[in-house]
C-alpha cells in the first residue's frame, strides 16, 4: 500500500514535470526547425534587397523597412497615452475607486479582444468614417487618400493593440519608484505634477523603454490587424507618406506561404522571413526581459 | 492673521495636468466603447434586415442557413460551418493546452528544482512572443505533414492541426495565470499541509490544486478567449474549407478565420460586408464576456477565499 502510493506520487511529479519539458521542447524545436530552413537563404543581399522575378529571388527590404515604420509609428502614438494612463492608474485614482476599476477593466477587456477584431475597427472606424470624412474635408472631391488602406491606419490601429502592455509595464516601473522619494519632493514643497514630471518619470524610464520594446515586439508579430488596413502583398517602392499602403514581414510570411502562386519554390524565402521576424521579436523579448529584471533588481537594493 | 487652507491655494496648472491626463486615461475605455459601436455599425444593415446583395435583401434569418457560401450565384451566409469550425478547433487547443499547462504549472510551482524553474521562465516568455503568423507557418510546414504521416490523416490540414497548432499559443496564457495563482496560494497553506504529514504530491494535487481553482478557472477562460479569437494560425494551418462536418480530421474554416481571408476582397456595403462584421461583432461580444466573468466572479471570489471570508 505505502509503495503502491509512493509510486503514484513519483508518477504524479514525473508526468507534470514532462509536461514542462515537453513545453521547452517543442520552444527549442520550433527554433531549430525555422533556424535550419532559414539560415542558408540568409544573407546581407536577402535583406536590403528588393524582391525580384514575380516576388521568386530577391530580398525582403521592403517588408523590413514597412514593419519599421509601422512601429515607429505605433510607438510615437501608444507609448505616451499607454505611459500617461499608467501615471494616472497610479498617482491620481485611489485604489479600489470606481473611476480606477474602470480604467483597469477597460486594459483588460482590451488586451483580450481578438486582435481580427482590431483589425475589423480599424476598417470601420479608422478608414471608413475617419478617413472618409477627412477625404470629404481636405482632398479633392472623388478621391481617395485617407479613405482608403494605408500605414497610418494600421498604425494606430496597432496602437491599440499594444497599448495594455505599455500601461502595464509602465505601471510596474512606477510602483517601483520608492514612495520616500515622492515624499521627500512633496516635502520639499514641490507640486504634485512637477514630482511627476522631474522625480516619478526620470526614475521609471527604463519601464517606459521595456513597455515600447514589448509593444514594438508585439506589433512586429501581429498580422491580423493590418490584413486590411494597409498592408499589401507587393509595392514596387517604399512607403514615402503616411496614406501609402506598405508591406511587413508577418503579412508576407503568410501570404508566401499561403497565396503565392508557386509556394514549393518559394519555401526559402519563406523560412527565412520567418527566421527574420522571429529574431526579431526574440531579441526584443529578452532586451525586454533584460531590463525588467535590472529594474527588479535595482528597486530591491 | 489666518493662513488660507491649503486646499484653498488652486493652482491652475495642477488642475489643467491632472484633468489632460484623465482625460488621456480614458482613450482605453472609449475606445472599448468605440469598438463597439462601429463593427456594430457595419453589421447594422444585416440585422435590420436591409442589407444587399446580387439576389435581394438579406437580414439575420439568412445566418441560419447551413452552407457559408457568399460568393456565389445564389449566395449562402449560413454561420453553422464557421462555428461549428471555430468550436471544434477550440476544443481540440484547449483540450490539449489546459492539463498540459496546469501541470507544467504545478510542477513549476512546487515540484522543481531551481533550474528547472530558471530555465521554464524564459522559455514560456519565449513561447508567448513567438508572432502566431510564425507559429502559423511551422503547423503549414511542419507540424501538418507530421500529423498527416504519423496519424495517416486524408488532408494535410484540417481541425485537428489547427487546433495542436493553437495550443501553442494558448498554453503561456494558461501556464502565467495557473502559476500566479497556485503562487499567490499563502505559504502557511503549504506548511500545515506538511505539517499533517502529507507529502509533497498530496498537497500539490489535494491542497494547492483544489485551492487555486478560481485562478485556474480564469486560466482555462483566458485561454478559451484566445484560442476562439486566434486568426493567423487558424487561416494557415486549419484548410479553409467551410464544411459542415462532424470529423475533427476535415478541413474547416474558423469565424475569425473567415473575416481574415474574406473581408480584403468583399465589396465594401454589400450583404457578405455586413456578414463579416456581424461575425466580428459575435467575437468581440464572446471574448468581452469571459474577460468579464473571469475578471469579476473569479478574482473576487480568490479574493474572498484567500481573506477566509468565503
Redesign the interface.
Known amino acids: 500500500m505505502k509503495l503502491g502510493k509512493k509510486i503514484f506520487?513519483n508518477a504524479?511529479?514525473s508526468?507534470?514535470?514532462l509536461?514542462?519539458?515537453?513545453?521547452?521542447g517543442?520552444?527549442i524545436f520550433?527554433?531549430i526547425?525555422?533556424i535550419i530552413?532559414g539560415h542558408s537563404k540568409m544573407s546581407w543581399g536577402f535583406l536590403t534587397k528588393m524582391p525580384t522575378e514575380g516576388m521568386t529571388a530577391g530580398g525582403i527590404f521592403p517588408a523590413i523597412v514597412g514593419t519599421f515604420f509601422l512601429v515607429i509609428i505605433m510607438s510615437i502614438v501608444g507609448v505616451p497615452?499607454g505611459t500617461?494612463?499608467a501615471?494616472?492608474?497610479s498617482e491620481?485614482v485611489k485604489e479600489g475607486s470606481i473611476?480606477g476599476k474602470?480604467?483597469r477593466?477597460?486594459?483588460?477587456?482590451?488586451a483580450?479582444?481578438?486582435?481580427?477584431?482590431?483589425?475589423?475597427?480599424g476598417?470601420?472606424?479608422f478608414i471608413?468614417?475617419v478617413g472618409v470624412n477627412l477625404d470629404k474635408l481636405v482632398s479633392t472631391p472623388g478621391q481617395l487618400v485617407w479613405g482608403q488602406p494605408c500605414i497610418l491606419w494600421a498604425s494606430l490601429t496597432m496602437a491599440?493593440l499594444t497599448?495594455?502592455v505599455v500601461?502595464v509595464s509602465v505601471e510596474e516601473a512606477i510602483k517601483n519608484v520608492p514612495k520616500e522619494l515622492r515624499e521627500a519632493s512633496l516635502a520639499l514643497g514641490a507640486?504634485?505634477?512637477e514630482t511627476i514630471i522631474r522625480i516619478v518619470l526620470p526614475n521609471s524610464i527604463t519601464g517606459i523603454l521595456t513597455g515600447c520594446i514589448l509593444a514594438v515586439?508585439r506589433g512586429?508579430?501581429?498580422?491580423?490587424p493590418i490584413?486590411?488596413t494597409g498592408a499589401a502583398y507587393f509595392l514596387p517602392h517604399l512607403p514615402t507618406k503616411l496614406s501609402d499602403q506598405f508591406m511587413e514581414l508577418?503579412?508576407h510570411?503568410?501570404i508566401m506561404?499561403?497565396q503565392s502562386t508557386n509556394v514549393e519554390e518559394t519555401?526559402g524565402i519563406?523560412?527565412a522571413t520567418?527566421l527574420v521576424?522571429?529574431l526579431l521579436?526574440?531579441c526584443?523579448?529578452f532586451s525586454a526581459?533584460y531590463l525588467r529584471y535590472w529594474m527588479r533588481k535595482r528597486a530591491i537594493t | 492673521m489666518m493662513k488660507p487652507h491649503p486646499k484653498s491655494s488652486f493652482?491652475l496648472?495642477?488642475f489643467l495636468?491632472?484633468k489632460s491626463?484623465?482625460a488621456?486615461?480614458?482613450?482605453?475605455?472609449i475606445?472599448?466603447i468605440?469598438?463597439l459601436i462601429?463593427?456594430f455599425?457595419?453589421s447594422l444593415p444585416l440585422v435590420l434586415g436591409k442589407a444587399i446583395d446580387d439576389i435581394g435583401k438579406v437580414g439575420l434569418w439568412r445566418l441560419l442557413s447551413l452552407s457559408w457560401q457568399p460568393v456565389s450565384n445564389s449566395p449562402q451566409y449560413g454561420l453553422a460551418p464557421l462555428i461549428v469550425g471555430s468550436i471544434k478547433v477550440t476544443a481540440v487547443a484547449v483540450l490539449f493546452a489546459f492539463?498540459?499547462?496546469i501541470?507544467?504549472a504545478?510542477?513549476?510551482s512546487t515540484?522543481?528544482p531551481r533550474f528547472?524553474k530558471e530555465?521554464?521562465k524564459?522559455?514560456?516568455?519565449?513561447?508567448a512572443?513567438?508572432?502566431?503568423?510564425?507559429?502559423?507557418?511551422?503547423a503549414?510546414?511542419?507540424l501538418a505533414s507530421f500529423f498527416q504521416k504519423s496519424l495517416g490523416l486524408q488532408y494535410r490540414l484540417n481541425a485537428f492541426t489547427g487546433g495542436m497548432a493553437l495550443s501553442?499559443a494558448v498554453?503561456p496564457i494558461i501556464?502565467t495565470v495557473a502559476e500566479d495563482a497556485l503562487n499567490a496560494l499563502p505559504k502557511s497553506m503549504r506548511e500545515a499541509s506538511f505539517a499533517l504529514g502529507a507529502?509533497?504530491?498530496?498537497t500539490?494535487?489535494f491542497v494547492l490544486l483544489p485551492a487555486a481553482t478560481p485562478g485556474i478557472f480564469a486560466a482555462f477562460l483566458?485561454g478559451l478567449?484566445?484560442a476562439?479569437?486566434?486568426?493567423?494560425i487558424v487561416?494557415?494551418a486549419t484548410g479553409n474549407a467551410a464544411l459542415l462536418s462532424g470529423s475533427l480530421f476535415d478541413p474547416v474554416r474558423t469565424m475569425?478565420a473567415t473575416?481574415?481571408a474574406e473581408?480584403?476582397e468583399v465589396v465594401?456595403g454589400d450583404a457578405h460586408y455586413n456578414v463579416?462584421?456581424f461575425i466580428?461583432v459575435c467575437?468581440?461580444v464572446f471574448?468581452?464576456t469571459?474577460?468579464?466573468v473571469a475578471?469579476f466572479i473569479v478574482r473576487q471570489r480568490m479574493m474572498k477565499r484567500f481573506r477566509g471570508t468565503a
Not at chain 1, 19 to 24: D, E, P, V
Not at chain 1, 220 to 224: F, L, M, R, S
Not at chain 2, 122 to 127: G, K, Q, R, S, V
Not at chain 2, 199 to 202: A, D, V
Request: proline residues 3%.
Open positions: 506520487g504524479i511529479v508526468f507534470t514535470g509536461c514542462a519539458f515537453a513545453i521547452i517543442v520552444v520550433i527554433m526547425t525555422i530552413g497615452v500617461i494612463t501615471i494616472y492608474l491620481y473611476i474602470t480604467i477593466f477597460a486594459v483588460n477587456t482590451l483580450g479582444i481578438p486582435s481580427i477584431v482590431f483589425g475589423l475597427f476598417l470601420g472606424f471608413q468614417f491599440l497599448l495594455p500601461i507640486t504634485k505634477w515586439s512586429a508579430g501581429e498580422v491580423a490584413l486590411f508577418g503579412y510570411v503568410y506561404s499561403t519555401k519563406q523560412y520567418t521576424l522571429l521579436t526574440f526584443l523579448n526581459i | 493652482r496648472h495642477e495636468a491632472e491626463i484623465a488621456i486615461a480614458f482613450v482605453s475605455f475606445f472599448i468605440l469598438i462601429f463593427i455599425r457595419e492539463p498540459v499547462a501541470f507544467a504545478l510542477y513549476t515540484f522543481a528547472a530555465i521554464m524564459p522559455a514560456i516568455e519565449i513561447l512572443g513567438i508572432p502566431s503568423v510564425v507559429i502559423g507557418f511551422f503549414l510546414t511542419i501553442l498554453i501556464y507529502t509533497k504530491w498530496e500539490a494535487l483566458l478567449g484566445r476562439f479569437g486566434e486568426t493567423m487561416l494557415m475569425s473575416i481574415g473581408m480584403a465594401f463579416l462584421f466580428g467575437l468581440f471574448s468581452f469571459l474577460n468579464a475578471e
